[in-house]
């Protein structure tokens, strides 16, 4: 154990995962080196098998997991033969956790510094007062509001980014070695996600713990980590250190990760004063029930051929002004029009003629296709009913939108959509819009679940479907780098509100307002510095949730 | 605290009603009963005298409303009116100088203790067991042990109670005369007297019950096992022992709660067709011999009975529920 | 030559097996290195413990005298399990391919489930050819006892010897099979049909419909099922007595609507589950009629839980009218019965300890018994499977 030994050191390891009776390669001779104090950044998409390779560096498999071949030494103990006792003594207590849903990983039935305190104890490395002493003095570290008193609160009872900060703290307890980092901010907002990525960066450099950090964001990795590695379905592609990685990828798999992001369509001029908006909506107030109101007042216009991007965060009112324009939520006041006629707030009030022409594109590819129906199914239903074709002309029509989405139709026209793809299952959704041949579709957080790679072809392809049929498009998302990829205008929410509205470039260059400012700046980007350089600019108190509740 | 007791009282006012309404369809069902009740129980003396008579002491001229309320206001009180049965109706024929009318309630009370008995061993056998069990089950899951259980309680649960019953005698009583196969138990027996009697009755039951409850209990506990704060203590290396005892019982126990009661609820079912096989002497056998002589007051208390016990013990179930989950407890 | 134990020396050994497998079973795992030995638990030391003595116990008892019952018993395991494994054998072979692939996963089990339930149709539906003599038929010899001996006090007429009117126990054994499955099936068949309409239709349509409906459903369901039946089946007999027919139908009307209860609340609850979906929010949306909705979006996807369900139901129905028919309460005669073949036979039981032809007329009653228990095992078995087939799927 010499100063210069890796702390961790994994060499050609190889994990099967078990299911049934099927083996699959979840691993494939993967090698490992992590020094003392050092951070080490996985990146790959969902199904790299990033989080297998997290969790076997602390020599813990997951059920129906088993590791087949390779070592893993950690300090010079192998653990791949070592005693499950020798095991337990490490976990916790020189090698820790950080999972990517904090809420699910707490004990609902204790209180958090009980469980904070369970790893000290158990392990012999502080007594009890000891314990509950260092967790505030962490809490306060992490920036945590009442950090005296929010330890004695239950999990339930304190919001998620501040849980994900209280299990990093529980982490830290028995002052580890090494951190695992499971995507502690894949599911936070982007103002929560800046806070905890803060907390963690400064916590892991004042104790000088060594870690491993998972994600699949580039931008976020760039911050936190001083080598990355890159995994794609199980082997290893590149490995190198930040700013190498960043400024000169050498594989092509690698240099098409970082491609995604500078995918940009150049806005269009606004439209002529005076023409009549595809959309248009008036006054909007709605809400669920007798409840406050979820969308305030809302107004905008949206004309042929744009993109008008809707930004904001979970609770914004974003997808309830969806229902209302589809009709699935009457709105309390205000009216929605269609080319300048007055829709009927009820969507079963409506003509067959106006429920064609909003169409409707959803997130989750799963939910959003009938699981028993074949595709041909899926997109000749709305051929059927709206167009009245049949029988050679139907099928005709719906291998023509199969092609039109760049999917080969003699392939594809009989399977089900459990043998397609994420990406593939999009763009059937936006093959079922466009058969009914609509003015508009609202694209409701349609990349948001699909890797980078993907989610790029299905914005490529929305563009040039948007070219060639002059529609219009609400595009719905939390993800900054899409609207600056198709939006041509940009219209933000919070609370129920428009905040800010306008020309795309308008919004991406100040002045704004401050939450827009806020909203912008939280974003990672690809420069390793950007972290550093907001931290001075605005000071650690000043960023992300803390700050939004000041406005 | 405030919100869960609405949410309690909210659900005890949900069971009043309940009760309420299970009492008006209990009534109405019954009351459908064709033809002159008067009339069918005189049979050959009936004359219209004697007939119009009854009608007038059983309270059957009163229009339906009337009754029901009367019925009602009784059964608050545990009166339950007097059953047909033992009431003597020689008199109205003349043939004899006293009328004597039976109380339900005087027939139900001591069945019902009996029938309590019963459940009551049944279940100190049955609970610990099927919880041990099922929580074994669920640790070792997949293995030999677990796959035994498995198919012995689908067995069980699959197998009416009077085969599992006179499996039991067959075992139990003719080939091996461990226990009697009558258990016509009575006051003034002791407590081991009774108990030996009750023994097999109460083995059958635990049989069935105990399938239920154990393969309850394995599933609930599986699915315990596998949220990711079990997996979180795992790797905080805490041992099997913390594991289980601090993180996974105290949120194992609403669940097994709620298995256990909606299991006795189960049981009140059960008790009917065993309390017939072994001619015990409970509620189950009354309400069973009291529909086959068209005895209506007794038929009417002992669904009564039943019924109450039965939402009871789902009450009991929900309530329970929302007491051990944190969550409701300690609202944010 | 191989002693049956008492219990006192079962659970002596027992006790003692499982010490040494403990504490014998570190010192030999630390030396040899053999990591199963070595880490092996107490409980786990106790189960194997428990598993090889009883495993004795039972060899000893199979090859000693006596126990006729645990030998049959024993048959019986050993001859459905062979059963079971040649009949999956064959599905795994001869079909088309998608019954081959569906054999390929089942385990032995549902396979043996899958090859009773066929035994159990053929009997029912073809009862007339297969059966000696009528379910109604009376002979002049009452209580010949089964063997068709005539020295026992059998009759080689009558293999199961006849009851106590003179009728014949292996026919009325197998039109039981024809009326206690048939009614049983057709019951769920209409518990099922009300159910699911009633249970699609509130979840489709919501609101009053649906606060009604279930409130209904509540109130019935907070009577014991068997209690209520019970209840309205006095109704029923009071009015109908007389009239056999009748009795029976009002008990299939009575159970089917007692257990669309539950059959409602479970596609309600499935039928939720698939309206919340966006797949269903985008037909909505098109403008599609309640009827396609229902039958296009919502029955394909509600198939395979509900399918699985109508196997529980049928358990449950089928149970409850052999209960009640034991009762004397359900099927009334002539109508064959397992149910109450098996209280007119119960006083069979106490022959057993008679020699030679004592375990086979003990064992009349558990044969009607054990008829009604064997095919619910059966359909458990086959549910369990397609449960854990689903619950697999969705992970």
Known sequence: ?551 | MNNVAMIISKRLGLGVLTMFMVSIIIFSAVNMLPGDFAQALLGQSATPEAVAAIRKDLGLDKPIHTRYFDWLIGVMQFDFGTSFAKANFATYAGTTADVNFGSVADQIAPRFANTLFLAAVTAAIAVPLSLLIGVLAALYRYSIFDRIANISTLTSISSPEFFVAYVLILLLAVLNPVFPSLSNIHDGMDFAQKLQKTMLPALTLTLVVTAHMMRMTRAAIINLLASPYIEMARLKGLSPFRIIVFHALPNALAPIINVIALNLAYLITGVVVVEVVFVYPGVGQLFVDSVKIRDIPVVQACCLVFAAAYISLNLLADVMSILSNPRLRLPK | MMPSLSFTYWSALVVAGALALYFGGRQVGNASGVARLRDMSATGALGYSLLVVTLYQGIALYFGPGATFFKWAVHGVVGFGIAGYLFQQLGRHVGTRATKKLFRSMPVTAALGILLILAYALIAIFADFIAPYGQAEIFKDANLLPGGDPGMGGSPDHLLGTDQIGRDILSRLIYGAQNTVGIAFVTTLLAFFIGISLGFLAATIGGVLDQVLSRIVDMLMSIPQLIFALLLMTIATAWFGSEKGMVTLFMILIIAVLDSTRVFRLSRAVGMNIVVMDFFEAAKLRGEKLSYLIFSEIAPNAFAPLLAEFGLRFCFVFLTIASLSFLGIGIQPPLADWGTMVRDLSQFIAYAPFPVVGPLTASLPLMAAGAIALLTVAVNFVVDWMLHRASGLKE
């Not at chain 1, 030994?5 to 090698?31: H, M």
């Not at chain 1, 993800?479 to 929410?493: F, H, K, P, Q």
């Open chain 1, 1 to 551: 154990m010499s100063a210069t030994e890796p702390l961790v050191k994994i060499s050609n390891l190889e994990i099967d995962g078990i299911a049934d009776e099927t083996r699959t390669r979840i691993i494939n001779n993967v090698s490992l080196e992590l020094n003392r104090g050092e951070v080490m950044g996985l990146i790959g998409e969902s199904g790299a098998g990033k989080s297998t390779l997290g969790l076997a560096a602390m020599g813990f498999t997951r059920d129906g997991c088993e590791i087949v071949g390779g070592n893993i030494m950690f300090d010079g103990i192998d653990l791949v033969t070592a005693t499950p006792d020798v095991k337990r003594q490490l976990l916790g207590k020189r090698i820790a956790y950080v999972a990517q849903s904090a809420a699910a990983s707490f004990n609902p039935a204790h209180k958090i510094i009980n469980q904070h305190a369970e790893a000290p104890l158990c392990h012999g490395v502080s007594s009890r007062t000891e314990a509950e002493a260092d967790a505030i003095d962490l809490y306060e570290r992490l920036r945590l509001p009442n950090p005296d008193e929010i330890g004695f609160r239950y999990p339930h009872q304190v919001s998620g980014g501040q849980l994900q900060r209280a299990m990093t703290a529980m982490a830290m307890s028995c002052r580890p070695d090494l951190i695992i980092f499971d995507e502690p901010t894949t599911a936070l907002d982007v103002t929560t996600q800046i806070e905890v990525l803060v907390a963690i960066r400064e916590i892991v450099e004042q104790f000088q713990t060594a870690a491993i950090y998972i994600t699949h964001d580039l931008a976020v990795v760039a911050q936190m980590a001083d080598r990355v590695k890159v995994l794609l379905r199980g082997d290893e592609v590149e490995e190198a250190d930040t700013r190498t990685m960043l400024d000169a990828p050498r594989e092509d798999y690698t240099k098409s990760l970082w491609a995604v992001r500078s995918f940009q369509r150049p806005q269009k001029p606004l439209a002529k004063k005076g023409a009549v908006p595809v959309i248009s909506l008036r006054n909007v107030t709605a809400a669920y029930g007798s409840n406050d109101p979820v969308v305030r007042d809302v107004s905008f216009d949206i004309h042929e051929g744009r993109t008008v991007a809707v930004v904001g965060e979970s609770g914004s009112g974003k997808s309830t002004t969806a229902r209302c324009i589809t009709g699935l939520l009457p709105p309390m006041t205000g009216e929605i029009a269609f080319q300048n006629q007055v829709l009927p707030a009820d969507y079963r009030k409506r003509s067959v003629h106006q429920l064609r022409q909003v169409q409707m594109i959803y997130q989750m590819a799963d939910t959003a296709l009938n699981p028993r129906k074949r595709i041909g199914e899926i997109i000749g239903r709305p051929v059927e009913f709206y167009l009245g074709l049949k029988g050679a002309e139907k099928r005709r029509r719906v291998e023509e939108l199969l092609e039109l989405i760049e999917m080969d139709p003699k392939e594809y026209i009989n399977r089900l959509p459990s043998e397609l793809s994420g990406g593939q299952k999009q763009r059937i959704g936006i093959a079922r819009a466009l058969a009914a041949e609509p003015k508009f579709i609202i694209c409701d957080e349609v990349t948001s679940a699909l890797d980078q790679l993907v989610a790029e072809g299905i914005l490529k392809l929305l563009t040039r479907l948007q070219e060639e049929m002059k529609l219009s498009y609400m595009l719905i998302t939390h993800d900054l780098s899409t609207v600056r990829a198709i939006a041509d205008e940009v219209v933000v929410m919070k609370d129920g509100l428009i905040v800010e509205a306008g020309p795309k470039d308008e919004m991406f260059t100040p002045p704004h307002h401050a939450y827009t400012d806020l909203l912008l700046s939280s974003v990672p980007e690809m420069n390793p510095d950007w972290l550093d350089e907001l931290l001075a600019q605005r000071g650690a108190e000043n960023l992300g949730d803390a700050a939004v509740s000041k406005m």
